[in-house]
């Protein structure tokens, strides 16, 4: 089955700095790549994704970008905000599968105001 | 829009005992429902699939016999954890995708989750 890695495990970034988290993938027929906000106790929450057929994606101040022959996807955030601070995850999945979700270990990010 | 709820958002049951988690899509029809267990500071495993009148797909090393999953409709899915013992105390979260041909197909939304203690 689809092994997500994601790395750092945890992140700490001074305020108005950008963080960085990468993640690899090992299904090559993986074609959606959605990045995860979770708050402790909280659903996580969607806040950004990419299909395969696209490199790079914004939205304000969040980035992913995707890197298929090398099977690595990752999420910038520029201008960190001390409401950033949150656990993220990212995940792969494939139409075929039901587009059932392999998350990744996932990344503590904490923003030092 | 795509609104998923879970009832109830916190339980304490007595080993041995049962429990019934409720997943539904509040202003969409779900096709495909999951359900994902999480420990505190681990990510979320999936731990089965379940679609609309027919039987839940475990991951391996869910037992299927203790994780029962029934999907009656397209708005709700339930996982009743039998027998429950201390080790089954987690946050359990359910996710559902959109029947809808059109549009974000590939979305899961995702349920507030469960916090389930055993004791």
């Known amino acids: 089955g689809e092994n997500v890695e994601q790395h750092p495990s945890t992140l700490s970034v001074q305020e108005g700095d950008s963080a960085v988290i990468k993640c690899t993938y090992s299904d090559s027929a993986s074609n959606y790549f959605p990045w995860y906000k979770q708050e402790l106790g909280k659903r996580p929450q969607l806040i950004i994704d990419i299909r395969s057929n696209v490199g790079e994606k914004k939205d304000q101040r969040i980035a992913v970008t995707l890197n298929k022959t090398a099977k690595h996807f990752s999420l910038h955030i520029t201008e960190t905000q001390p409401e950033d601070s949150a656990v993220y995850f990212c995940?792969?999945?494939?139409?075929?599968?039901?587009?059932?979700?392999?998350f990744g270990a996932g990344t503590t990010v904490t923003v030092r105001a | 829009g795509a609104v998923v709820s879970q009832h109830p958002s916190w339980v304490i049951c007595k080993s041995g005992t049962s429990v019934k988690i409720e997943c539904r899509s509040l202003?969409?029809?779900?096709?495909?429902m999951f359900w994902y267990r999480q420990f505190p500071k681990q990510s979320l495993m999936l731990m089965a699939t379940s679609n609309e009148g027919s039987k839940a797909t475990y991951e391996q090393g869910v037992e299927k016999d203790k994780f029962l999953i029934n999907h009656a409709s397209l708005t709700l899915s339930t996982l009743t954890v039998t027998s429950a013992h201390p080790e089954d105390s987690s946050f359990y979260i359910c996710?559902?995708?959109?029947?809808?041909?059109?549009?974000?197909?590939?979305?899961?939304?995702f349920g507030p989750g469960t916090r389930l203690t055993v004791t």
């Open positions: 996710s559902a995708r959109s029947s809808s041909t059109s549009g974000r197909a590939y979305e899961q939304y």
């Open positions: 202003d969409f029809q779900a096709t495909t």
């Open positions: 995940a792969a999945s494939i139409r075929s599968n039901d587009y059932k979700l392999s």
